[in-house]
């Protein structure tokens, strides 16, 4: 293939094994006149197990703002530059949107290099349909955003599709049985085409107890894919679920009403949420006023 002068290419590099580079991207990463990459370091293993002697330069969160200026210039005056991220496809959950984004505004081309991508590895073995599905990177660290976004999440009928780090797989799995439930099913890979790579599909409880059984299973990345609420869900609030929210809806709004409803009962949050704003409005006095 030809590489074509003042052209950012946009690669997509192994997630685990070095082996699974395509042949575009590799005749894309030895053709250009410069790579920006997450991280040098980790990039050089690769360009080097490959016998690529390109220069490469840091494009993190950190210095995006300031390195993507220079970039541009470098892209006008004709170089051919290569965008990557430490593993996988950049920009989902990675650094490198601010520059694709110049890039476009400067009228320069970008051209994407497709390849490995964690979410679609994760998606194809997990066995849930995933002709839609949400993607929602990494959630909040702390505890309490955490667990606010995902209770977000529980009227989704899509399977939802994580990243999570080693020190945090714990917490966001105990946080995922207690909001959605330990019967929900689930799915983590761990190490995804590496040399330790784990694999287990199971309701989320189960999972959990998985988890705990060795140590060592919290080490590595995840990717967590949780299925959509069942369409069972769908069905009437029943009379103790009425009970539920009315009692809640004297001290609080529908909205967290049906928040703390869902942790009560298991019911999705969605219908919990309608019925509960349809009982403050039949009862104005309610809804923590």
């Known amino acids: 293939m030809s590489i074509e002068a003042g052209t950012l290419y946009v690669v997509a590099t192994p997630i685990g094994n070095l082996a699974d580079l395509s042949q575009r991207a590799l005749q894309t990463l030895a053709g ?4 920006a990459a997450e991280d040098t370091r980790h990039t050089g293993v690769l360009l080097r197990n490959h016998g690529i002697r390109i220069p490469a330069t840091a494009l993190h969160e950190h210095n995006e703002h300031q390195a993507v200026p220079r970039l541009i210039e470098r892209l006008r ?5 290569a965008l990557v991220s ?4 950049p920009l989902l959950s990675d650094p490198g949107a ?26 194809s073995v997990a ?12 959630l909040p660290p702390r505890a309490g955003a955490r667990r606010g976004r995902l209770q977000e999440l529980t009227g989704e009928d899509r399977p939802i599709v994580l990243y999570e780090a080693p020190h945090r797989i714990r917490e966001t799995l105990g946080d995922l049985v207690s909001i959605f439930g330990a019967d929900r099913d689930g799915f983590l890979a761990r190490e995804l085409t590496k040399v330790f790579e784990e694999l287990r599909r199971a309701p989320l409880g189960t999972l959990a107890q998985w988890l705990a059984e060795r140590a060592e299973r919290e ?7 949780v299925a959509g609420k069942p369409a069972t869900e769908d069905r009437e609030v029943g009379p103790e679920e009425e009970r539920v929210l009315r009692v809640l809806l004297e001290e609080v709004p529908p909205s967290t009403a049906a928040a703390l409803a869902a942790r ?8 919990l949420y309608a019925r509960a ?9 309610t809804g923590g006023a």
């Open 32 to 35: 250009v006149a410069l790579i």
């Open 77 to 81: 005056a004709g170089d051919s530059v």
């Open 86 to 89: 430490d593993a996988g496809t």
């Open 98 to 123: 601010h520059l694709v984004a110049q890039a476009h505004a400067a009228r320069l081309r970008v051209v994407p290099i497709p390849g490995p991508s964690a979410v679609v590895a994760a998606l």
């Open 127 to 138: 066995g849930f349909p995933a002709d839609r599905f949400v993607f929602e990177g990494f």
């Open 219 to 225: 080490r590595g990345e995840y990717v967590v894919v």
């Open 264 to 271: 009560i009962t298991g019911r999705g949050r969605r219908a």
């Open 277 to 285: 704003l349809a009982m403050a409005r039949e009862s104005p006095s």
